[in-house]
């Protein structure tokens, strides 16, 4: 027992001792005066000068800007109350985003470092993601309709964390009459499923705000906890799934609106008296800010300094480049029958496999030509059947692709059926990859 507990003491102290080295982030926030994106180097204390960029003022927009953490992308409802996002990179550029603007009022921005972005439609949801790099919306698995808000990436674009306050057909999972926290997967297109009634085991009590940081192994959101403690800010460990304790955060009451940096060392919060504090984990106490920066409320994004310092580790010479967003196909292949056993097929589906030279998902579906949908009596419904699955770089993957209950009783019948399987790769950037077979039924 003292030895695990002398490990673990160790454990502790070398993660703080790295927490203590991060540095403080800059915040980026929107000047409640000039409407203006405005940025504050809690490192350094001091105000910088960022891109002139006006976000909208008309009311009931919330959330109406966001930074990815890399500093690279601002993520922004403009003066037109249109959706934009600028790449400070080099002189910085407008980066055309066409048939994003589907919301009147879209609310939650968020944006990844590799440049996906996510948006809900009035604070309620849908929420959406949409990759910059190819000007579409990806399909991350959340239900369709989803009641899915408050988005927050991670900043390598692999998780969307929201919370969800409708019912099991339109969460990602049951959330029990009101509204928890969930992670998506976005390659694999899954919910990550986060536990049941985090938060201290409060299962009935809301749980908002989520907050996520730059690899999405951290997860924080408000609860209520009720009492005199009020809202406190709970940080969830998806790595080592736990609840973490984070002493001297939640010494007043209603502590919501959390944000992470990329490392997860320090927490953006509103107190019950609505100023912003910045907590540090590492040193257990709350930095020292000015009173113009307690006074912002939202949006707030906590960013690094971009470009990155010159040297190792940094955009410079010497150091590595900052994320560039992936635009590149993946490279896929895939291997189906020619003919399948109709019997066989209908019982157990289309097995077939599929291989990428990144990690990723292939969906496929099967389809029948509208004159053997007719013959069928399948009216104009084509599709026949239908199938997911993962994709790891290099590896063959099996698909199978099983049969709707109206197909399996109308084709069980047929002599020969001609099929024509439509399969889409996907990269974690959304770089899709189209690939068609034809293949027969045959008794």
Do not use: W
């Not at 959330?63 to 002189?91: I, Q």
């Not at 069980?412 to 068609?436: F, M, Q, S």
């Amino acid at each position: 027992m003292f030895r695990f507990a002398a490990a673990l003491a160790t454990v502790v102290a070398l993660a703080a001792a790295s927490a203590a080295q991060a540095r403080k982030p800059i915040v980026a926030y929107v000047d409640a005066t000039t409407h203006k994106l405005a940025m504050y180097d809690a490192d350094t204390g001091t105000a910088l000068t960022p891109p002139d960029i006006t976000i909208t003022s008309t009311p009931g927009f919330q959330d109406s800007m966001a930074m990815s953490f890399d500093g690279r992308y601002v993520f922004y409802v403009g003066s037109d109350d249109k959706l934009h996002l600028f790449d400070r990179t080099g002189a910085g550029t407008a980066v055309s985003l066409p048939g994003i603007d589907i919301y009147a009022k879209p609310t939650g921005l968020t944006v990844s470092n590799t440049g996906l972005l996510a948006f809900d439609d009035n604070v309620n949801g849908p929420a959406v993601v949409y990759n910059s790099a190819t000007g579409s919306f990806l399909d991350v698995g959340l239900p369709d309709p989803n009641a899915d808000r408050q988005s927050h990436l991670s900043g390598d674009g692999h998780f969307l964390a929201t919370t969800c306050n409708g019912n099991a057909m339109t969460c990602p999972a049951d959330n029990g009459g009101h509204a928890e926290p969930f992670v998506q997967d976005i390659p694999g297109a899954t919910d990550t499923a986060l536990p049941f009634g985090l938060g201290g085991g409060l299962d009935d009590n809301d749980k908002e705000h989520p907050c996520i940081n730059g690899d999405g192994s951290l997860v924080g959101f408000d609860v209520n906890e009720g009492g005199v403690v009020g809202k406190q800010i709970e940080l969830y460990d998806r790595t080592g799934g736990a609840l973490l304790s984070i002493t001297g955060l939640n010494s007043a009451n209603d502590d919501t609106h959390c944000v992470l940096d990329a490392s997860g060392s320090y927490i953006g919060l509103i107190t019950n008296n609505n100023e912003f504090e910045i907590f540090d984990r590492a040193a257990g106490a709350f930095l020292t800010l000015p009173d113009n920066i307690k006074a912002i409320f939202n949006p707030v994004s906590f960013v690094a300094p971009f470009p990155p310092p010159a040297g190792p580790g940094g955009g410079g010479p010497g150091g590595g480049s900052s994320t560039v967003p992936d635009t590149t196909k993946p490279k896929a292949g895939k291997s189906f029958k020619k003919r399948y056993g109709l019997a066989g097929a209908l019982a157990h589906g289309l097995l077939g496999r599929v291989k990428s030279n990144e990690d990723g998902t292939a969906s496929a579906t099967a389809t029948i030509s509208a004159g053997s949908a007719k013959h069928f009596h399948l009216a104009k419904n084509v599709k026949v059947a239908s199938g997911k699955a993962k994709l790891r770089a290099g590896r063959s993957a099996k698909l199978r692709l099983k049969f709707t209950r109206k197909a399996k009783r109308r084709l069980a019948h047929a002599r020969r059926v001609a099929l024509t399987i439509a399969i889409t790769v996907k990269d974690a950037a959304g770089n899709a990859t189209r690939l068609r077979v034809k293949t027969t039924l045959k008794r």
